[in-house]
């Protein structure tokens, strides 16, 4: 696989697909989140009435009003890299990983419509973006990704050396 190639790979128990891609797919995701915030921190700091001083606070709470936090856990075997995120409400397809040698990406956004029974409410945040560096480096050809019941869990084979 060439750098910068988006591959479907294995899907999970539900229907769809988790894609699992490398190089700029995941970037233009990334940079359309910021671009988001910004955009809401902004408004943030007009309501305020222009005053300087609390951009941080805006961006945090930007932040927070648009991305779902991610409750992440990592652990490693002598073969693989394993990663665990509780993403309650996405369905696989609303899911992209990325993964690069020593970094996994993991990012989503909620379909809105039509609203869901197992959704999050309608004011919760509607994305994901969350980016985890890893113990060890992996090979992204073997990765897979499934989710189950809200659990998504990466598999993903460390570099033979």
Same mark, same amino acid.
């Given at each position: 696989?060439?750098?910068?190639?988006?591959?479907?790979?294995?899907?999970?128990?539900?229907?769809?697909?988790?894609?699992?891609?490398?190089?700029?797919?995941?970037?233009?995701?990334?940079?359309?989140?910021?671009?988001?915030?910004?955009?809401? @921190? %902004?408004?943030?700091?007009?309501?305020?009435?222009?005053? &300087?001083?609390? +951009? !941080?606070?805006?961006?945090?709470?930007?932040?927070?009003?648009?991305?779902?936090?991610?409750?992440?856990?990592?652990?490693?075997?002598?073969?693989?890299?394993?990663?665990?995120?509780?993403?309650?409400?996405?369905?696989?397809?609303?899911?992209?990983?990325?993964?690069?040698?020593?970094?996994?990406?993991?990012?989503?956004?909620?379909?809105?419509?039509?609203?869901?029974?197992? @959704? %999050?409410?309608?004011?919760?945040?509607?994305?994901?973006? &969350?980016?985890? +560096? !890893?113990?060890?480096?992996?090979?992204?050809?073997?990765?897979?990704?499934?989710?189950?019941?809200?659990?998504?869990?990466?598999?993903?084979?460390?570099?033979?050396?």
């Amino acid at each position: 696989m060439r750098h910068g190639e988006g591959v479907n790979r294995h899907s999970g128990q539900q229907n769809g697909r988790i894609e699992i891609v490398s190089g700029k797919g995941l970037g233009e995701f990334a940079s359309s989140i910021r671009d988001a915030v910004a955009r809401r @921190a %902004y408004e943030l700091f007009e309501a305020r009435g222009y005053q &300087h001083g609390n +951009d !941080l606070e805006d961006w945090f709470r930007a932040e927070s009003e648009l991305l779902h936090p991610l409750k992440v856990e990592t652990w490693e075997t002598d073969r693989e890299v394993v990663v665990t995120a509780q993403v309650p409400g996405f369905r696989p397809e609303e899911i992209k990983v990325g993964i690069e040698p020593q970094r996994a990406i993991i990012s989503g956004k909620l379909d809105p419509r039509p609203p869901r029974a197992d @959704a %999050y409410p309608s004011r919760a945040p509607l994305a994901l973006y &969350h980016t985890l +560096d !890893l113990p060890a480096k992996v090979d992204s050809s073997g990765a897979s990704a499934k989710l189950v019941d809200g659990l998504l869990k990466l598999e993903l084979p460390k570099v033979v050396r």
